[in-house]
């Protein structure tokens, strides 16, 4: 069987499976209960100053028959007393000592913030992870995303942090910044080990139309939240690869967001990550998702002759690119298996009101299947995206496979007009047609 265990800025783990800081991971109880299920670590459910939480908390976006695509919260941080929590991570120290329990953090004060770490170490906690993440309700106390959004108030309290720290620190980042790079040096640049990421994304759910209140409802008002679960995947996979591609961040990434299955995790182990987290999943299909996550690792390993988690982290990075180097000789066309067609003509709509016109119906009704209008189709994909059965529209490359130019190389060599300047896009002063020259019946006349 492949290794699983990982090595995470000096965190040993038995795999790359840990809980994310959340309810999962409020108390003893259910973190012992998850070692047992088999997850690796667990990052306790953020300690600070003690909070009060509202009563109705999250708010969920259901899409057609699938429950919490998205799941939105307003929770704060734990809502136990602190000596509760260190009690509890004493313990799960003492009945699992090889599993990684990281204690997440949240206060203010430079003194805060070295006595909760002297706190948590003494407890046995094996690693830290600083939430400058949370984007409701701490932020408006100047913690949380206040912080994550601000790189040198986050790079200076990363370094009160590392003052004291005698385990690793990790600091765990909010999305809700234009350049997710940014925050991610400044962690580096104040001595921070590792970096988490993403935190939930600042969001409303929706609104209870009858009664004028966004969801969730607290006594008849509400406030915006914070969006995690499978829609945030594809946000937080790129800002995943963006850190873990930046010479300027190079440190460990614990990749979080939307994950629910093993493809989910082997993705984000592709694009960088050493470890991931998971919430929302848990949330909603308990810790036992964990035996499905490391059966299907495992086999995937196996499959693609993989030893250990460490040989396919970031091994899908070197295939990203910056779009200026895409070879733009390739070209991919729609291809309909007819045996497979059902005929809903799905795939007609789209293509001819959202895309090419390049899809045909046949003359005749009574046959539904479409056809392909090869010298329209600009290989979009979009077709084979809304078809609803598998393989039925494929698409098939139509170059020779031997030529590639990039438009970095065509705009380098001046064979594509880059301005208006340039007589080939229009030249200076291009013509620009009068809406009443349409209705001109001789187009001479212009
Ligand atoms: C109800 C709830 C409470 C959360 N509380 C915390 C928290 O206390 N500290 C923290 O760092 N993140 C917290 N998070 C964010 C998660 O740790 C995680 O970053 C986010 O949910 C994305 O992962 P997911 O898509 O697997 O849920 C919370 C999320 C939810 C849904
Ligand atoms: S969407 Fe697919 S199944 Fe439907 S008509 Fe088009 S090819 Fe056939
Ligand atoms: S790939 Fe795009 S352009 Fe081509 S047929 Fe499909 S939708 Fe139309």
Redesign the pocket.
């Known amino acids: 069987m492949p290794d699983l265990s990982v090595n995470f800025a000096g965190i040993q783990s038995p795999n790359p499976f840990w809980l ?4 999962p991971t409020n108390s003893g109880y259910q973190v012992m209960k998850a070692f047992d299920a088999g997850w690796g670590g667990a ?1 306790w ?2 300690m600070g100053i003690p909070i009060v939480n509202v009563s109705s ?2 708010g969920g976006v259901n899409y057609k028959d699938k429950r919490l695509v998205g ?1 939105n ?1 307003i ?4 809502d136990r007393p602190l000596k509760d929590n260190l009690r509890d991570i004493e313990e799960v120290k003492k009945y699992f000592p090889n599993h990684p329990v990281i204690a ?1 953090l ?1 206060v203010d004060s430079r003194d805060e913030w070295q006595q909760i770490i002297k706190d948590v170490e003494n407890a046995g906690s094996d690693g830290l ?1 600083l ?1 400058f ?2 984007p409701h309700g701490m932020c408006e106390r100047g913690m949380g995303s206040a912080v994550g959004q601000e790189p040198k108030i986050l790079e200076r309290i990363t370094a009160w942090v590392k003052e004291v720290a005698t385990t690793p620190v990790i600091v ?1 980042l909010t999305p809700n910044i234009t350049d997710i790079r940014e925050p991610a040096r400044a962690a580096r640049a104040g001595g921070s080990d590792a970096i ?1 990421l ?3 994304i600042q969001s409303l759910v929706g609104v209870d139309i009858d009664n004028f209140v966004p969801y969730p409802v607290v006594d008849g008002l509400s406030t915006n939240g ?1 969006y ?3 829609a ?2 594809p946000i ?1 996979l790129n800002m995943v690869k963006e850190c873990a591609m930046d010479p300027g961040v190079g440190i460990p990434i614990s990749g ?5 299955n093993w493809r989910d995790v082997v993705e984000y182990l592709l694009l960088g990550s050493t470890t991931i ?7 909603h299909y308990g810790f036992g998702i964990v035996r499905e996550l490391t059966a299907g690792l495992e086999q995937y390993m196996l499959d693609k002759g993989f030893n250990s988690v460490d040989q396919m982290i970031g091994k899908a990075l070197p295939n990203v690119k910056p779009w200026e180097h895409l070879n733009l000789e390739y070209q991919v066309k729609a291809q309909i298996e007819d045996e497979l067609c059902i005929g809903c003509q799905l795939c007609y709509i789209a293509c001819e009101d959202g895309a090419h016109q390049a899809i045909r119906l046949n003359e005749n009704n009574e046959l539904r299947i479409p056809s392909i209008i090869e010298e329209n189709c600009v290989g979009c994909n979009l077709c084979s995206l809304v078809c609803p059965v598998d393989n039925c529209i494929s698409m098939v490359r139509t170059d020779s496979g031997k030529k590639i130019e990039t438009w970095h190389q065509r705009t380098e060599k001046g064979s594509i007009p880059t301005t208006w300047n340039d007589k080939r896009a229009g030249g200076v002063g291009h013509w620009i047609p009068e809406p009443k020259d349409a209705l001109k019946q001789d187009k001479k006349e212009l």
Do not use: F, H
């Not at 994310?20 to 309810?23: F, T």
């Open positions: 994310a800081s959340a309810p990052v459910k953020t908390r999250y799941l919260n929770e704060l941080i734990t997440s949240m992870e939430n993440g949370c765990k988490s993403i935190n939930t914070g995690c679960g499978p945030i995947k937080a979080i967001g939307g994950i629910e987290q998971v919430c929302t999943a848990v949330m």
